[in-house]
C-alpha cells in the first residue's frame, strides 16, 4: 500500500515539473525561475519506482521538458553576455560592496554633462561694464558705416502701395470676384481644373493666382473637391456665408517643374 502511494506521489510530481516546464518554454515565466538542481533530485528519487512502460515514458517526459528549460536558460545567458547584460541583482550586491571614495570615483569617471552653470561673477560683471562704457553712442556708430542722413518714418504714397501689391480691402475683395467670375467662365458642368487654371505665364503670377484661390475656397466663393487623381474647382454664386467657407487647411506644393510649359 505505501509503494503504491509513493509512487502515486512520485508521478503527481513529474506531471507538475512536466507542467511547469511546459509552462516555461511558452513563455509564461522565466526559465530561471526553475530549480534545476532540485528537478533533478525529484528525478533521481523516483527513477527506481518505475516498471511500467507508462512511468518510464512519463519519466522521459520529464527528462525531456527539464532539458528544454536547460536549453532556453543557456540561449538566454548568451544573448545577455553578448548584449554586455548584467543582473540587476548583482549590481546591487556590487554597489553595497563599494565604499563611498570608489563611488564618488566611478561617478566622476561616468558622468557627462549636458547642461552648462553660468552664473555673474566680479570678474565678468567688470568685463561687461567696461564694453558697454566704451562703446561708442548709435550715432557715432552710424557715421562710420557712411549711411547718410537718417530719415525720419513717413507715410507710404498709394503708388508705393500699389506696387508692392498692398491694396485696400474693397480693392482686393473686386480682385476675388473677379477671379470667381473667371473661374465661372472657364468651369464647365463639373468645374474646371486646379493646375488648369491657377497656371499662369511666370511662376510667380502662378503662386499668386493659388493664393487667391485659397482665399476662394476659405470664403466660401468656390469649392475644391480633392480625389486622387485631381483637384477640381466649382465656383459658387453670393450670397456667401461664412459656414460655407472650408475649416480645412490643405497644403499644396507648387514647384516650378510644374509650373513650367511643356516642350513641344
Request: glycine fraction near 4%; include cysteine.
Amino acid at each position: 500500500m505505501a509503494e503504491k502511494t509513493s509512487k502515486s506521489a512520485g508521478r503527481r510530481e513529474l506531471e507538475e515539473l512536466i507542467q511547469t516546464c511546459v509552462s516555461i518554454h511558452n513563455r509564461e515565466f522565466s526559465p530561471f525561475l526553475l530549480d534545476i538542481s532540485e528537478a533533478l533530485r525529484i528525478l533521481r528519487r523516483h527513477s527506481k519506482d518505475w516498471k511500467t512502460f507508462s512511468d518510464n515514458l512519463l519519466d522521459m517526459r520529464a527528462i525531456t521538458s527539464l532539458a528544454r528549460v536547460v536549453g532556453l536558460q543557456s540561449a538566454n545567458l548568451r544573448f545577455q553576455s553578448s548584449s554586455l547584460y548584467v543582473d540587476p541583482g548583482m549590481v546591487k550586491q556590487k554597489i553595497h560592496s563599494m565604499s563611498r571614495e570608489q563611488l564618488a570615483e566611478y561617478l566622476l569617471l561616468s558622468w557627462h554633462p549636458v547642461v552648462e552653470l553660468e552664473q555673474l561673477t566680479e570678474a565678468s560683471t567688470k568685463e561687461a561694464l567696461d564694453y558697454w562704457q566704451k562703446m561708442l553712442s548709435f550715432f557715432e556708430r552710424r557715421k562710420r558705416l557712411q549711411a547718410g542722413p537718417f530719415n525720419e518714418p513717413s507715410a507710404m504714397e498709394t503708388a508705393e502701395l500699389s506696387r508692392l501689391r498692398i491694396h485696400e480691402e474693397k480693392a482686393f475683395n473686386q480682385r476675388l470676384e473677379d477671379l470667381r467670375l473667371e473661374m465661372k467662365s472657364k468651369s464647365g458642368n463639373d468645374g474646371v481644373d486646379y493646375w488648369k487654371f491657377v497656371k499662369a505665364g511666370s511662376f510667380a503670377q502662378t503662386v499668386l493666382r493659388a493664393q487667391m484661390v485659397s482665399f476662394l475656397v476659405s470664403y466660401g466663393m468656390a469649392i475644391l473637391e480633392r480625389t486622387e487623381e485631381k483637384m477640381t474647382l466649382i465656383p459658387r454664386d453670393p450670397p456667401f456665408a461664412r459656414g460655407q467657407g472650408s475649416p480645412l487647411s490643405l497644403p499644396i506644393p507648387i514647384t516650378q517643374e510644374a509650373v513650367a510649359p511643356r516642350a513641344k
